[in-house]
């Protein structure tokens, strides 16, 4: 895929991945989960609001689709377990999360759009705690962007997409394909 320039009069954006990448990128993923997790009846996808919850679904979708088995997809929202809460100057929109139990025999893979520091991971993990403990946790993640402030990694990465400090990742996931992509965006 070549990438596309697109000037607006605020930024200069740089489209990184279209729909066609972003469907192949999640594919690979739920290959590289059916290999690594034998028994696919234990794992659990939890996305984080907003778009996490999209890509665990289109995840669990294609894994259904290649092995023939429902993988459970719940939402693990960290807005009260973020550790900026009392920083902000917003209060964070607070969703329900859900999450099948018992989850000690699971593994839980988080499902999340963009990795960065891995401050929202670090509220993921803490959020999951408080329904149970896990057999293991896993990450996947579309956009890997480094600059981890944190010892996270991702189990599983659509995209690896070193960035400088002044940019940012913008993506976008919707009903029509022709809509959706990922872009660098300098500010």
């Known amino acids: 895929m070549n990438e596309k320039k697109t000037n607006t009069s605020s930024d200069k954006s740089i489209?990184?991945?279209?729909?066609?990448a972003i469907r192949r990128a999640l594919r690979r993923i739920a290959h590289e989960i059916i290999e690594r997790n034998p028994d696919l009846n234990q794992i659990v996808l939890a996305g984080i609001p907003s778009r996490g919850n999209e890509i665990a679904r289109r995840i669990a979708e294609t894994i259904s689709a290649i092995e023939r088995v429902s993988v459970p997809v719940g939402t693990i929202d960290v807005a009260m377990h973020r550790d900026d809460v009392g920083t902000r100057t917003e209060l964070p929109v607070v969703r329900a999360s859900t999450?099948?139990?018992p989850l000690e025999t699971r593994t839980v893979i988080i499902i999340d759009?963009?990795?960065?520091?891995?401050?929202t991971v670090r509220a993921a993990m803490d959020a999951i705690t408080s329904f149970g403990r896990p057999a293991r946790i896993q990450l996947?993640?579309?956009?890997?962007r480094g600059h981890r402030e944190?010892?996270?990694r991702a189990d599983y990465i659509g995209k690896n997409l070193p960035t400088a400090p002044d940019e940012k990742v913008r993506l976008r996931l919707g009903e029509e394909e022709s809509n959706e992509g990922v872009w660098l965006v300098k500010e």
């Open 99 to 101: 999450l099948p139990l």
């Open 15 to 20: 489209l990184v991945m279209d729909a066609a």
């Open 140 to 144: 996947a993640v579309l956009i890997d």
């Open 113 to 119: 759009d963009v990795l960065f520091t891995g401050r």
């Open 150 to 152: 944190l010892p996270i």
